[in-house]
T-cell receptor, first 115, second 112 residues
Framework: AQKVTQAQTEISVVEKEDVTLDCVYETRDTTYYLFWYKQPPSGELVFLIRRNSFDEQNEISGRYSWNFQKSTSSFNFTITASQVVDSAVYFCALRLMGANSKLTFGKGITLSVRP | SQTIHQWPATLVQPVGSPLSLECTVEGTSNPNLYWYRQAAGRGLQLLFYSVGIGQISSEVPQNLSASRPQDRQFILSSKKLLLSDSGFYLC???????????FGQGTRLTVV
């Protein structure tokens, strides 16, 4: 069975600080996808990124960056120079490759960015 | 571009009443469709998923059912709501089972 652990439940930072959201996953499969989603106060989950298990390259998109390390089964998300609009709940998720696979979500991290 | 519509946005229903939440996807064909519930405390639980018309898989035994009468329509139903059915319900779609899912805006259901 798959499992995603987001050990941090709530993080509060001051605007312009950098913040890293941790994600650790468990699976016996060697082929899988990892995802991050953002849930702003409006409730809709917004897709941020997908990585597959074959590609450990880190990715940067503007102020967002992701660090995928298979050796530690981690897929951490860093927001650089945080802004108030980054305040949301962030979910990490795992899906195995193959038919009938399902998204397994972590419990989410509530990020509050104070002005 | 693809869009997903989910309604209503909020709903207050008495215990024992029926439920029907609707979700439609536009701009794509033969999507995989999902219903999730997010109870207080944030965790997302997969309730149902469908890979085609009339094909529904249930993840957890519960008081709810799902149907897919058309390719891009997914309905969540209950004959008699329980207090424990309260929560935030999210519909989602994906192109295949191996790609990211895109979520609707959710329905906040309160059973009183």
């Amino acid at each position: 069975a798959q499992k995603v652990t987001q050990a941090q439940t709530e993080i509060s930072v001051v605007e312009k600080e950098d913040v890293t959201l941790d994600c650790v996953y468990e699976t016996r499969d060697t082929t899988y996808y990892l995802f991050w989603y953002k849930q702003p106060p409006s409730g809709e989950l917004v897709f941020l990124i997908r990585r597959n298990s074959f590609d450990e390259q880190n990715e940067i998109s503007g102020r967002y960056s992701w660090n995928f390390q298979k050796s530690t089964s981690s897929f951490n998300f860093t927001i650089t120079a945080s802004q108030v609009v980054d305040s949301a709940v962030y979910f990490c998720a795992l899906r195995l490759m193959g038919a009938n696979s399902k998204l397994t979500f972590g419990k989410g991290i509530t990020l509050s960015v104070r002005p | 571009s693809q869009t997903i519509h989910q309604w209503p946005a909020t709903l207050v229903q008495p215990v024992g009443s029926p439920l029907s939440l609707e979700c439609t996807v536009e701009g794509t064909s033969n999507p995989n469709l999902y219903w999730y519930r997010q109870a207080a405390g944030r965790g997302l639980q997969l309730l149902f998923y469908s890979v085609g018309i009339g094909q529904i898989s249930s993840e957890v035994p519960q008081n709810l059912s799902a149907s897919r009468p058309q390719d891009r329509q997914f309905i969540l139903s209950s004959k008699k709501l329980l207090l424990s059915d309260s929560g935030f319900y999210l519909c989602a779609w994906s192109r295949t089972e191996n790609t990211e899912a895109f979520f609707g805006q959710g329905t906040r259901l309160t059973v009183v």
